[in-house]
């Protein structure tokens, strides 16, 4: 089936150490996205990337970091420099830069830095 | 930039009953314009979309219009089940190809 798969969906991480979020999708989307969601604050843009090699910052970037050395995946690395990384973190894709683009997410990964 | 205001909540209803959730935007350009659903625990789900002004997007009993004039994009259901309990997101994308959304407001409906 086709789909975005996110791994692992629960992570526990020491403060001080840089964690890796995977993001795997097979829909053969252009666009990949991150976003954040705290409790009551909705979803936040973290980075997106329209296309393999490129990648734009979003509103909330400081202390993540990013690559897409491939189209199928786009990992998120939460670094030590983000100074409240506990959180709900969603990837989502979608077939391209259009307007109407619907987005496709997956289950989620919940961090927790303790 | 562009962005997405919408209810608080929370919503808290009886089985049957109608719900409106209000959505209203500010975008530069034609936004396309999104409903997304999230159910406890899990990522999100397109609900619904319209992509022009006066266009309703509908989908599973609930429905939403397009209007430029007022920039809204207000979500209803005429009777809500228990399983409609979830999170409701607006959303909107516009000219820089990214979507945002609003707050997300929580929905419970009761047996």
């Known amino acids: 089936d086709g789909g975005i798969t996110q791994s692992p969906k629960y992570l526990f991480r020491k403060e001080g150490q840089n964690v890796t979020l995977s993001c795997e999708q097979n829909?053969?989307?252009?666009?990949m996205y991150w976003y954040r969601q705290d409790p009551g604050q909705g979803l936040r843009l973290i980075y997106y990337s329209q296309i393999v090699n490129d990648f734009q910052k979003g509103d909330i970037a400081e202390g993540y970091s990013v690559s897409r050395e491939k189209k199928e995946s786009f990992p998120l690395t939460v670094t030590s420099a983000q100074k409240n990384p506990t959180a709900f973190y969603l990837c989502?894709?979608?077939?391209?830069?259009?307007?109407?683009?619907?987005?496709?997410f997956g289950q989620g990964t919940r961090l927790t830095v303790v | 930039g562009d962005s997405v205001t919408q209810m608080e909540g929370p919503v808290t209803l009886s089985e049957e009953a109608f719900l409106t959730i209000n959505c209203t935007y500010t975008a530069t350009g034609y936004p396309s314009l999104f409903w997304y659903v999230q159910y406890p625990g899990e990522g999100l789900q397109l609900l619904l979309k319209?992509?022009?002004?006066?266009d309703k997007g509908s989908n599973k009993g609930f429905e939403a219009t397009y209007r430029k004039e007022t920039t809204s994009f207000h979500l209803e259901k005429g009777s809500v089940q228990v399983s409609d309990s979830a999170v409701y997101f607006c959303a909107l994308s516009a000219n820089d190809y990214k979507l945002s959304f609003g707050a997300g407001t929580t929905v419970t409906v009761r047996a």
């Open positions: 989502a894709s979608s077939i391209g830069a259009h307007l109407n683009t619907e987005a496709f």
């Open positions: 319209a992509t022009k002004a006066d």
């Open positions: 829909l053969n989307h252009d666009a």
